[in-house]
């Protein structure tokens, strides 16, 4: 059977063409996705299909990635998320942060904690670890182009044990989410370069004083830990969920960073976490 496919869509954001993917089931409660910095909207996708039949799934592209580029601190890309929620009508909806995104939706929460009904922050915190330097590194290292996309493909399952425990039809889907083939027939990163010498040469944007937006949360909230993450520790996971006023930890064994949100324990937790809202949009 044919996979259900997102419509791609574009809004004019604070002076740039913002992409996203809408997943349709409009009516529905809407279910907005921030991806991480080595990804895209495409990320959700196998999420998206999941639970498609009961909510109404946007994932935006980051400008800097996918399709979209722009300034690079933390409080453009949040008040990109801000206009885009705005401009989709979106009073109140459940938000999804992987990673980067994670920062991305913390932070939005802090800011409008009325306007969230459920958070899920995936396998990132308000302080900084390791793993952070260590992704910096890998893309800033990381070929130009691919001869081929199984070259990419291929790369990309030997710098990610998550990517390789994918499915070949998945992997493909989010290679193409990350990729672009050029005239001449090799493909690119679609992240800006720009982003990326901006990253390696600076290290990461300084990230806002997630903490005290943590303590603002006022809805029910999902942290996700990948036990054997190197960008999330048990100890900063822990203390998130006793700073959050409705926090909860799911813990994915045997996962590093950061879980794809469709193993079997964080599709369990979600089910239940998200029926909360089946009735209401």
């Not at 010498?197 to 990230?207: C, E, F, I, L, S």
Request: proline fraction near 6%.
């Amino acid at each position: 059977m044919t996979p259900a496919e997102p419509t791609s869509r574009t809004l004019d954001v604070n002076g740039l063409r913002t992409h996203y993917l809408d997943w349709g089931n409009p009516g529905a409660p809407p279910v907005v996705c921030v991806h991480g910095y080595t990804s895209s909207a495409q990320a959700f996708n196998a999420l998206a299909r999941r639970f498609r039949d009961r909510y109404h799934f946007v994932a935006i592209d980051v400008r800097g990635h996918g399709e979209n580029a722009g300034a690079y601190q933390y409080r453009d890309q949040v008040g990109d998320l801000a206009a885009v929620v705005d401009k989709l009508g979106l009073t109140r909806f459940t938000l999804i942060g992987t990673s980067m995104g994670g920062i991305i939706a913390m932070a939005y929460a802090g800011e409008h904690p009325e306007r969230l009904t459920q958070l899920v922050i995936n396998d990132i915190g308000p302080d900084v670890e390791t793993g952070s330097q260590r992704i910096t590194q890998m893309v800033g290292s990381r070929p130009d182009e691919f001869a081929t996309l199984d070259d990419a493909m291929a790369y990309r399952r030997q710098m990610s044990p998550i990517v390789a425990g994918r499915s070949l039809d998945d992997q493909r889907e989010l290679a193409l989410g990350v990729l672009r083939q050029q005239a001449g027939g090799r493909w690119s990163w679609k992240m800006d370069p720009e982003y990326i010498r901006q990253r390696v040469q600076k290290g990461a944007p300084t990230r806002p004083a997630l903490w005290p937006a943590l303590a603002r949360v006022t809805c029910s909230t999902l942290v996700v830990w990948g036990k054997d993450s190197d960008v999330l520790s048990e100890a900063q996971a822990r203390r998130m969920v006793e700073t959050l006023p409705k926090g909860e930890l799911v813990t994915v064994p045997g996962v590093g960073h950061a879980p794809t949100l469709v193993e079997p324990v964080v599709i369990a937790a979600l089910e239940r976490f998200l029926g909360a809202t089946a009735g209401s949009a």
